[in-house]
């Protein structure tokens, strides 16, 4: 059973416009999320996360969303740029699990100029 | 600095030889992790040492055999592996394994295993 899901494998998106990749989870003792970026033959990258108490927490050009009624999540990138062409994993961990960060599968995204 | 180095970058051994990765952070962080990942998938949870303590071992068979020195360093200790462990082996280190932002992990490039 398959506790994250990422149910889009890529996305294609035109340079400067927006990213939006989806994230879905069954566990409700989750309680922090993360996106990674993972370049190829390197190792993934944080990206920005959000605690269970907040719905939206923003970084610049990134900005995650957090429903926890409908346990999903969703990371949005504008405006896209060609560079954030990579591998974004959505992961969720738990205190009651701490250390054990349970990854989806990952969505290739690729930003088009 | 959020840095974690890993060597060596590749490492090509045969199934009878006995090897050694290594990890290491500078950040203070009492959490290390060791995952291995295959192409095309998410990264795979073998090792968690909290305090220089092995906390979590996800069932790892015995021919992988973990070591933490010191709160910075983390080995990986390789012997008579099977082709099938061929995968890139990532080492992460987080501020705690306390969960919430504690447990945000900073990842290392990975080394690039291929067992002949």
């Known amino acids: 059973d398959q506790q994250v899901k990422q149910n889009s494998p890529s996305l294609s998106v035109q340079e400067g416009r927006i990213s939006i990749l989806n994230c879905d989870y069954t566990?409700?003792?989750?309680?922090?999320f993360l996106w990674y970026k993972k370049y190829p033959a390197e190792g993934p990258t944080f990206l920005i996360s959000?605690?269970?108490?907040?719905d939206k927490n923003e970084d610049g050009r990134f900005t995650v969303f957090l429903n926890k009624s409908a346990k999903h999540l969703s990371l949005h990138i504008v405006p896209s740029q060609p560079g954030d062409s990579a591998v974004y994993f959505c992961a969720a961990s738990g205190r009651t699990n701490a250390g054990k960060s349970t990854f989806g599968d990952g969505t290739t995204l690729t930003v088009k100029p | 600095d959020t840095e974690v180095t890993q060597t060596p970058k590749h490492l090509v051994m045969g199934m009878t030889n006995k090897k050694s990765l290594k990890c290491e952070q500078h950040m203070g962080h009492r959490a290390m992790y060791w995952y291995k990942q295959k192409a095309k998938k998410p990264p795979e949870l073998m090792f968690v040492y909290s305090y220089e303590k092995l906390s979590i071992n996800e069932s790892v068979p015995s021919r992988f055999s973990p070591e933490c020195p010191n709160s910075s360093l983390l080995n990986l200790h390789l012997h008579a592996l099977q082709p099938e462990d061929s995968a890139l082996y990532l080492c992460?280190?987080?501020?705690?394994?306390?969960?919430?932002?504690?447990?945000?992990?900073?990842f290392g490039p990975g080394t690039r295993l291929t067992v002949l």
């Open positions: 959000i605690s269970s108490i907040k």
């Open positions: 566990n409700s003792m989750f309680d922090y």
């Open positions: 992460a280190s987080s501020q705690d394994q306390a969960g919430g932002p504690a447990d945000t992990q900073y």
